[in-house]
């Protein structure tokens, strides 16, 4: 059987905030390890369904990479077009280095558009080569008339839906670039505002 991974279908960034909007509050729950989501863009929504041995359960999870993937219209996983990065693993921290090294596949913005993607990546604060924190990714769906990415207001007016570990646990929320902006451990998160320029022709 062929593999049927690495699909990638064209949006528009108004499919891109529909897609997004439409997710808002379903029951889908946060899960960070594998069964994650967003495998295949033509699905009709980015969750993993899966259940445990012996169990007839069957758990409904995602994390914000496969939100953020199913949203913009890519499966997570492109072998094919980005192998010059973690093998094709799309993550936090590999759609950034492709952005910034290569630009097949991602491009990073200079401010937020509607549609597309905002991240920050992992963090090894300790420097001994594990992450102490995941990276994060959300969908911008609503962008502020005046943008200055040093101003708190600024990120605080942008609109994103995220999919995360939360109470109450339904993981995809409305909630505002804020989660963006500023430290953790000290450290910037230096969030990218990022757009997919894959297609399903290249």
Request: hydrophobic share 40%; charged share 20%.
């Amino acid at each position: 059987m062929a593999n049927s991974r690495g699909k990638v279908i064209a949006l528009t960034a108004d499919q891109i905030v529909a897609r997004a909007t439409s997710m808002v509050g379903a029951k889908i729950y946060y899960r960070l390890e594998y069964p994650n989501g967003g495998t295949d863009p033509t699905a009709p929504d980015p969750a993993a369904r899966w259940s445990k041995e012996h169990s007839s359960f069957v758990n409904i999870t995602c994390d914000c990479v496969g939100f953020a993937a199913w949203a913009s219209g890519f499966d997570r996983l492109q072998e094919r077009r980005m192998p010059h990065v973690y093998d094709g693993r799309i993550n936090c921290d590999s759609m950034r280095i492709e952005a910034a090294s290569h630009g097949h596949c991602f491009m990073r913005l200079s401010r937020p558009e509607l549609g597309c993607m905002v991240a920050y990546g992992s963090l090894d604060h300790d420097k001994d080569g594990h992450r102490d924190l995941a990276g994060h990714v959300g969908i911008v769906v609503g962008v502020p008339a005046e943008w200055d990415a040093t101003k708190r207001s600024c990120w605080a007016a942008l609109d994103v839906i995220d999919c995360a570990s939360r109470s109450p646990a339904v993981a995809i929320q409305h909630t505002s670039g804020s989660v963006w902006y500023g430290t953790r451990m000290g450290v910037p998160k230096n969030a990218w505002f990022i757009r997919s320029l894959m297609t399903p022709e290249n």
